[in-house]
Protein backbone atom coordinates (compact mmCIF):
# COMPACT_ATOMS: atom_id res chain seq x y z
CA UNK A 1 0.00 0.00 0.00
CA UNK A 2 1.63 3.37 -0.76
CA UNK A 3 1.88 5.65 1.98
CA UNK A 4 -0.60 8.47 0.22
CA UNK A 5 -3.61 5.54 0.42
CA UNK A 6 -2.89 4.40 4.18
CA UNK A 7 -3.04 8.44 5.42
CA UNK A 8 -5.72 9.02 3.60
CA UNK A 9 -7.53 6.27 4.95
CA UNK A 10 -6.19 7.32 8.47
CA UNK A 11 -7.61 10.88 7.73
CA UNK A 12 -10.94 9.23 7.12
CA UNK A 13 -10.91 7.32 9.90
CA UNK A 14 -10.80 10.57 12.02
CA UNK A 15 -13.69 12.30 9.74
CA UNK A 16 -15.80 8.94 10.47
CA UNK A 17 -14.83 9.20 14.16
CA UNK A 18 -17.11 12.85 14.27
CA UNK A 19 -19.68 11.39 11.61
CA UNK A 20 -20.43 8.32 13.65
CA UNK A 21 -21.25 10.23 17.33
CA UNK A 22 -22.69 13.21 16.42
CA UNK A 23 -25.99 12.38 14.98
CA UNK A 24 -26.61 9.86 17.59
CA UNK A 25 -26.69 13.03 20.12
CA UNK A 26 -30.26 13.10 20.77
CA UNK A 27 -30.64 8.84 21.73
CA UNK A 28 -27.16 9.75 24.09
CA UNK A 29 -28.99 12.27 25.35
CA UNK A 30 -32.01 10.44 25.98
CA UNK A 31 -29.76 7.61 27.51
CA UNK A 32 -28.21 10.08 30.22
CA UNK A 33 -31.47 11.66 30.71
CA UNK A 34 -29.89 15.27 30.09
CA UNK A 35 -31.79 18.30 29.95
CA UNK A 36 -30.25 20.39 26.76
CA UNK A 37 -28.83 22.91 28.73
CA UNK A 38 -26.59 19.67 30.97
CA UNK A 39 -25.68 17.89 27.48
CA UNK A 40 -24.28 21.14 26.03
CA UNK A 41 -21.94 21.03 28.73
CA UNK A 42 -20.98 17.99 28.62
CA UNK A 43 -20.52 18.10 24.61
CA UNK A 44 -18.00 20.44 26.06
CA UNK A 45 -15.38 17.61 26.94
CA UNK A 46 -14.79 16.60 23.31
CA UNK A 47 -13.68 19.92 22.50
CA UNK A 48 -11.51 20.74 25.79
CA UNK A 49 -10.11 17.24 24.94
CA UNK A 50 -9.05 18.33 22.04
CA UNK A 51 -7.51 21.63 23.05
CA UNK A 52 -5.44 20.11 26.01
CA UNK A 53 -4.52 17.16 23.87
CA UNK A 54 -3.03 18.88 20.71
CA UNK A 55 0.24 20.68 22.47
CA UNK A 56 1.22 17.34 23.94
CA UNK A 57 0.92 15.15 20.73
CA UNK A 58 3.06 16.86 18.39
CA UNK A 59 5.96 16.67 21.63
CA UNK A 60 5.19 12.90 21.43
CA UNK A 61 5.10 12.34 17.58
CA UNK A 62 8.62 14.28 17.59
CA UNK A 63 9.69 11.46 19.94
CA UNK A 64 7.88 8.55 18.93
CA UNK A 65 7.46 9.60 15.12
CA UNK A 66 3.91 9.91 13.19
CA UNK A 67 3.27 5.93 12.89
CA UNK A 68 3.33 5.36 16.30
CA UNK A 69 1.41 8.16 17.41
CA UNK A 70 -0.78 7.84 14.62
CA UNK A 71 -1.69 4.29 16.23
CA UNK A 72 -1.46 5.33 19.82
CA UNK A 73 -4.13 7.92 19.50
CA UNK A 74 -6.53 5.91 17.14
CA UNK A 75 -6.79 3.35 19.87
CA UNK A 76 -7.31 5.50 22.54
CA UNK A 77 -10.26 7.21 19.79
CA UNK A 78 -11.77 3.97 19.27
CA UNK A 79 -12.18 3.05 22.94
CA UNK A 80 -14.06 6.20 24.00
CA UNK A 81 -16.02 5.86 21.02
CA UNK A 82 -17.73 2.84 22.38
CA UNK A 83 -17.68 4.12 26.00
CA UNK A 84 -19.77 7.16 24.79
CA UNK A 85 -22.05 4.85 23.78
CA UNK A 86 -22.41 3.24 27.07
CA UNK A 87 -22.12 6.25 29.48
CA UNK A 88 -24.91 5.66 31.83
CA UNK A 89 -24.60 8.95 33.17
CA UNK A 90 -23.90 12.89 32.32
CA UNK A 91 -20.97 12.88 34.50
CA UNK A 92 -19.66 10.02 33.03
CA UNK A 93 -20.17 10.74 29.22
CA UNK A 94 -18.29 14.42 29.34
CA UNK A 95 -15.64 12.03 30.69
CA UNK A 96 -15.56 10.26 27.58
CA UNK A 97 -16.35 12.68 25.44
CA UNK A 98 -13.20 14.19 27.15
CA UNK A 99 -10.87 10.81 26.13
CA UNK A 100 -12.89 10.87 22.25
CA UNK A 101 -11.94 14.96 22.35
CA UNK A 102 -7.79 13.99 23.41
CA UNK A 103 -7.45 10.70 21.33
CA UNK A 104 -8.90 12.50 17.78
CA UNK A 105 -7.13 16.11 18.45
CA UNK A 106 -3.76 13.74 18.74
CA UNK A 107 -4.68 11.82 15.75
CA UNK A 108 -5.40 14.73 14.01
CA UNK A 109 -1.57 16.62 14.79
CA UNK A 110 -0.24 12.80 14.11
CA UNK A 111 -2.29 12.31 10.63
CA UNK A 112 -1.18 15.55 9.55
CA UNK A 113 2.60 15.52 10.44
CA UNK A 114 2.41 12.01 8.42
CA UNK A 115 0.83 14.28 5.85
CA UNK A 116 3.59 16.69 5.60
CA UNK A 117 5.90 13.69 5.19
CA UNK A 118 4.19 12.35 2.09
CA UNK A 119 4.30 15.67 0.47
CA UNK A 120 8.25 16.15 1.76
CA UNK A 121 8.31 12.74 -0.43
CA UNK A 122 6.64 13.19 -3.16
CA UNK A 123 7.72 16.93 -3.85
CA UNK A 124 3.27 17.24 -4.46
CA UNK A 125 1.08 19.66 -2.51
CA UNK A 126 -1.69 16.34 -1.26
CA UNK A 127 -2.47 18.33 1.86
CA UNK A 128 -5.79 19.56 0.71
CA UNK A 129 -6.94 15.90 -1.14
CA UNK A 130 -5.91 14.17 2.31
CA UNK A 131 -8.39 16.38 3.61
CA UNK A 132 -11.30 15.62 1.70
CA UNK A 133 -10.56 11.98 3.44
CA UNK A 134 -11.76 13.71 6.49
CA UNK A 135 -15.14 15.13 4.98
CA UNK A 136 -15.79 12.22 2.91
CA UNK A 137 -14.97 10.12 6.26
CA UNK A 138 -17.45 12.24 8.40
CA UNK A 139 -19.77 12.00 5.50
CA UNK A 140 -19.69 8.01 5.36
CA UNK A 141 -19.70 8.28 9.36
CA UNK A 142 -22.91 10.18 9.84
CA UNK A 143 -24.61 7.88 6.88
CA UNK A 144 -23.71 5.02 8.80
CA UNK A 145 -24.74 6.42 11.27
CA UNK A 146 -28.32 7.12 10.24
CA UNK A 147 -28.49 3.65 8.89
CA UNK A 148 -28.07 2.81 12.32
CA UNK A 149 -30.38 4.88 13.99
CA UNK A 150 -33.09 3.57 11.80
CA UNK A 151 -32.53 0.36 12.23
CA UNK A 152 -33.03 0.69 16.42
CA UNK A 153 -29.46 0.35 16.83
CA UNK A 154 -28.54 1.37 20.31
CA UNK A 155 -25.49 4.16 20.78
CA UNK A 156 -23.85 1.36 22.77
CA UNK A 157 -23.95 -1.00 19.92
CA UNK A 158 -23.77 0.86 16.82
CA UNK A 159 -20.40 3.08 18.54
CA UNK A 160 -18.86 -0.61 19.48
CA UNK A 161 -19.03 -1.64 16.10
CA UNK A 162 -17.52 1.30 14.54
CA UNK A 163 -15.05 1.44 16.97
CA UNK A 164 -13.72 -1.75 16.06
CA UNK A 165 -14.26 -1.48 12.29
CA UNK A 166 -11.48 1.73 13.24
CA UNK A 167 -9.40 -0.58 14.60
CA UNK A 168 -9.59 -3.15 12.06
CA UNK A 169 -8.95 -0.40 8.89
CA UNK A 170 -5.69 0.64 11.46
CA UNK A 171 -4.29 -2.60 11.13
CA UNK A 172 -4.32 -2.99 7.42
CA UNK A 173 -2.91 0.46 6.71
CA UNK A 174 -0.56 0.98 9.84
CA UNK A 175 2.58 -0.35 8.45
CA UNK A 176 2.32 1.88 5.30
CA UNK A 177 2.27 4.70 7.46
CA UNK A 178 5.21 6.98 7.25
CA UNK A 179 7.15 8.58 10.30
CA UNK A 180 9.39 6.09 11.81
CA UNK A 181 10.65 7.34 14.98
CA UNK A 182 13.18 9.89 14.81
CA UNK A 183 17.32 8.87 15.46
CA UNK A 184 18.15 10.46 19.03
CA UNK A 185 20.69 12.81 18.26
CA UNK A 186 18.77 14.59 15.62
CA UNK A 187 19.13 18.39 16.75
CA UNK A 188 17.07 20.75 15.07
CA UNK A 189 18.98 23.69 13.58
CA UNK A 190 17.66 27.18 13.74
CA UNK A 191 14.66 27.28 11.85
CA UNK A 192 13.44 24.83 14.47
CA UNK A 193 13.23 27.72 17.36
CA UNK A 194 10.56 27.86 19.44
CA UNK A 195 7.31 28.44 17.49
CA UNK A 196 5.86 30.92 19.90
CA UNK A 197 8.28 33.30 18.64
CA UNK A 198 7.98 33.07 15.05
CA UNK A 199 5.59 35.80 13.89
CA UNK A 200 4.54 33.30 10.75
CA UNK A 201 3.79 30.45 12.46
CA UNK A 202 1.49 33.05 14.54
CA UNK A 203 0.05 34.25 10.54
CA UNK A 204 -0.66 30.87 10.00
CA UNK A 205 -2.44 29.78 13.38
CA UNK A 206 -4.63 32.92 12.67
CA UNK A 207 -5.15 31.50 9.36
CA UNK A 208 -6.34 27.99 10.87
CA UNK A 209 -8.30 29.90 13.59
CA UNK A 210 -10.27 31.97 11.06
CA UNK A 211 -11.18 28.84 9.04
CA UNK A 212 -12.05 26.81 12.53
CA UNK A 213 -14.36 29.53 13.48
CA UNK A 214 -16.35 30.04 9.60
CA UNK A 215 -16.26 25.99 9.91
CA UNK A 216 -18.37 25.80 13.36
CA UNK A 217 -20.41 28.53 12.59
CA UNK A 218 -21.58 27.01 9.66
CA UNK A 219 -22.26 23.43 11.06
CA UNK A 220 -23.66 24.37 14.56
CA UNK A 221 -25.66 27.53 13.27
CA UNK A 222 -26.71 27.37 9.59
CA UNK A 223 -29.37 25.32 10.41
CA UNK A 224 -30.93 28.00 12.66
CA UNK A 225 -30.19 30.82 10.61
CA UNK A 226 -32.44 28.81 7.67
CA UNK A 227 -35.30 28.39 9.74
CA UNK A 228 -35.63 31.60 11.62
CA UNK A 229 -34.30 34.04 9.00
CA UNK A 230 -35.09 32.29 5.16
CA UNK A 231 -38.12 30.47 6.62
CA UNK A 232 -37.66 26.75 5.94
CA UNK A 233 -38.58 23.64 7.17
CA UNK A 234 -36.31 21.98 9.93
CA UNK A 235 -35.12 18.97 7.30
CA UNK A 236 -34.77 21.65 4.18
CA UNK A 237 -32.57 23.59 6.53
CA UNK A 238 -30.32 20.65 7.35
CA UNK A 239 -29.87 20.56 3.28
CA UNK A 240 -27.71 23.94 3.81
CA UNK A 241 -24.83 22.33 5.75
CA UNK A 242 -24.95 19.58 3.82
CA UNK A 243 -24.13 21.25 1.05
CA UNK A 244 -21.50 22.78 2.85
CA UNK A 245 -20.02 19.62 3.65
CA UNK A 246 -20.29 18.64 -0.11
CA UNK A 247 -19.03 21.44 -1.44
CA UNK A 248 -15.56 21.62 0.89
CA UNK A 249 -15.18 17.97 0.25
CA UNK A 250 -15.72 18.45 -3.43
CA UNK A 251 -13.03 21.59 -3.55
CA UNK A 252 -10.53 19.59 -1.15
CA UNK A 253 -10.03 17.12 -4.08
CA UNK A 254 -9.41 19.61 -6.27
CA UNK A 255 -7.14 21.60 -3.97
CA UNK A 256 -3.78 19.77 -4.55
CA UNK A 257 -4.16 21.18 -8.52
CA UNK A 258 -5.05 24.60 -7.14
CA UNK A 259 -1.76 25.22 -4.71
CA UNK A 260 0.66 23.55 -7.64
CA UNK A 261 -1.05 25.70 -10.13
CA UNK A 262 -1.56 29.42 -8.70
CA UNK A 263 0.90 28.54 -4.90
CA UNK A 264 -0.45 28.33 -1.50
CA UNK A 265 -0.77 32.13 -0.42
CA UNK A 266 -2.79 32.71 -3.74
CA UNK A 267 -4.82 29.79 -3.43
CA UNK A 268 -5.46 30.35 0.46
CA UNK A 269 -6.54 33.97 -0.42
CA UNK A 270 -8.68 33.88 -3.46
CA UNK A 271 -10.69 31.03 -1.16
CA UNK A 272 -11.27 33.24 2.05
CA UNK A 273 -12.58 35.94 -0.42
CA UNK A 274 -15.21 33.65 -1.72
CA UNK A 275 -16.00 32.37 1.56
CA UNK A 276 -16.33 35.37 2.54
CA UNK A 277 -18.70 36.45 0.22
CA UNK A 278 -20.57 32.92 0.61
CA UNK A 279 -21.54 33.82 4.31
CA UNK A 280 -22.18 37.43 4.01
CA UNK A 281 -24.76 35.95 1.23
CA UNK A 282 -26.53 34.02 3.49
CA UNK A 283 -27.44 36.71 5.98
CA UNK A 284 -28.38 39.23 3.31
CA UNK A 285 -29.87 37.52 0.64
CA UNK A 286 -33.44 37.08 1.97
CA UNK A 287 -34.65 34.17 -1.26
CA UNK A 288 -33.76 30.73 0.94
CA UNK A 289 -32.11 29.63 -2.69
CA UNK A 290 -29.62 32.56 -2.35
CA UNK A 291 -28.49 31.08 1.60
CA UNK A 292 -28.01 27.47 0.05
CA UNK A 293 -25.60 28.80 -2.78
CA UNK A 294 -23.64 30.95 -0.28
CA UNK A 295 -23.09 28.02 2.48
CA UNK A 296 -22.07 25.98 -0.46
CA UNK A 297 -19.39 28.88 -1.73
CA UNK A 298 -18.35 28.75 1.56
CA UNK A 299 -17.04 24.86 2.08
CA UNK A 300 -15.79 25.28 -1.17
CA UNK A 301 -14.15 28.85 -0.34
CA UNK A 302 -13.02 27.11 3.04
CA UNK A 303 -11.64 24.19 1.87
CA UNK A 304 -7.94 25.03 1.23
CA UNK A 305 -7.44 27.01 4.23
CA UNK A 306 -7.02 24.41 7.27
CA UNK A 307 -4.96 21.72 5.17
CA UNK A 308 -2.83 24.56 3.90
CA UNK A 309 -2.04 26.24 7.00
CA UNK A 310 -1.34 22.84 8.81
CA UNK A 311 1.06 22.02 5.85
CA UNK A 312 2.98 25.01 5.40
CA UNK A 313 3.02 24.96 9.64
CA UNK A 314 4.79 21.51 9.28
CA UNK A 315 7.38 23.26 6.21
CA UNK A 316 8.43 25.91 8.70
CA UNK A 317 9.73 23.17 10.78
CA UNK A 318 11.32 21.12 8.63
CA UNK A 319 15.25 19.70 9.54
CA UNK A 320 18.28 19.23 7.15
CA UNK A 321 17.58 15.21 7.81
CA UNK A 322 14.11 15.86 6.38
CA UNK A 323 12.08 15.15 9.69
CA UNK A 324 10.71 18.12 11.72
CA UNK A 325 7.51 20.43 12.23
CA UNK A 326 5.54 18.53 14.80
CA UNK A 327 5.92 21.21 17.28
CA UNK A 328 4.95 23.80 14.73
CA UNK A 329 2.25 21.41 13.51
CA UNK A 330 0.88 21.13 17.08
CA UNK A 331 1.30 25.07 17.87
CA UNK A 332 -1.17 26.20 14.89
CA UNK A 333 -3.26 23.20 16.05
CA UNK A 334 -3.51 24.35 19.49
CA UNK A 335 -4.90 28.07 18.55
CA UNK A 336 -7.43 26.33 15.64
CA UNK A 337 -9.13 24.45 18.38
CA UNK A 338 -9.60 27.17 20.50
CA UNK A 339 -11.62 28.70 17.81
CA UNK A 340 -13.90 25.19 17.43
CA UNK A 341 -13.95 25.90 21.74
CA UNK A 342 -14.77 29.44 21.72
CA UNK A 343 -16.17 30.23 18.42
CA UNK A 344 -19.70 28.77 18.80
CA UNK A 345 -20.53 30.52 22.02
CA UNK A 346 -19.40 34.15 20.51
CA UNK A 347 -21.85 33.71 17.53
CA UNK A 348 -24.67 32.67 20.04
CA UNK A 349 -23.89 35.90 21.96
CA UNK A 350 -23.79 38.06 18.63
CA UNK A 351 -26.47 36.49 17.49
CA UNK A 352 -28.97 37.13 20.43
CA UNK A 353 -27.68 40.74 21.33
CA UNK A 354 -28.68 41.27 17.18
CA UNK A 355 -29.57 38.53 14.81
CA UNK A 356 -28.40 35.60 13.41
CA UNK A 357 -28.32 37.42 9.94
CA UNK A 358 -25.80 39.67 11.89
CA UNK A 359 -23.96 37.17 13.44
CA UNK A 360 -23.64 35.34 9.80
CA UNK A 361 -22.03 38.68 8.73
CA UNK A 362 -19.42 38.68 11.10
CA UNK A 363 -18.47 35.14 10.26
CA UNK A 364 -17.69 36.32 7.24
CA UNK A 365 -15.56 39.14 7.98
CA UNK A 366 -13.95 36.80 10.12
CA UNK A 367 -12.97 34.21 7.24
CA UNK A 368 -12.01 37.44 5.01
CA UNK A 369 -9.35 37.77 7.65
CA UNK A 370 -7.58 35.34 6.36
CA UNK A 371 -7.02 37.46 3.31
CA UNK A 372 -4.34 39.47 5.33
CA UNK A 373 -3.15 36.47 7.91
CA UNK A 374 -2.01 34.32 4.76
CA UNK A 375 -0.56 37.57 2.70
CA UNK A 376 1.85 38.75 5.87
CA UNK A 377 2.44 35.27 6.66
CA UNK A 378 4.02 34.57 3.09
CA UNK A 379 6.33 38.01 3.66
CA UNK A 380 7.22 36.69 7.48
CA UNK A 381 8.02 32.97 5.88
CA UNK A 382 10.27 34.74 2.90
CA UNK A 383 11.87 36.85 5.82
CA UNK A 384 12.62 33.95 7.61
CA UNK A 385 14.14 31.82 4.67
CA UNK A 386 16.35 34.90 3.83
CA UNK A 387 17.89 35.30 7.74
CA UNK A 388 18.33 31.43 7.53
CA UNK A 389 20.26 31.64 4.11
CA UNK A 390 17.81 29.29 3.06
CA UNK A 391 16.52 29.53 -0.65
CA UNK A 392 13.40 31.25 -0.94
CA UNK A 393 10.14 29.82 -2.21
Known amino acids: MRDR????????????????????TPAIAAHVHAVPGVFGLALLGASVGMLRAAPVSGRITERVGARAAVAGSTVVAAVALALVGFAPNVPLLAGALFVLGAGVGSLDVAMNIAGVAVERRTGRAVMPTLHAGFSFGALAGSLLAGLAAGHGWSPARHLSVAAVTALVVLVAVLKA????????????????????????????????????????????????????????????????????????ALARLGGAWSQERFGATRSLAVGAGVAAIGLIGTAVFTP????????????????????????????????????????ELAFVSTIAYSGFLAGPPMIGGIAQATSYSVSFVVVGLIAALIVPAALVAARARRREELALGLPVR
Open 5 to 24: TAVFAVFALNGAALGSWAPR
Open 288 to 327: AAFAYVGFALAGAGLAAAFPLALSLAGSAGKRADGGGGER
Open 177 to 248: VPGDRPPKETTPPERGKAPIRRPALWLLAAVALCSAIAERASSDWSALLMVTVHGVGQGAAALAYSGFSLAM
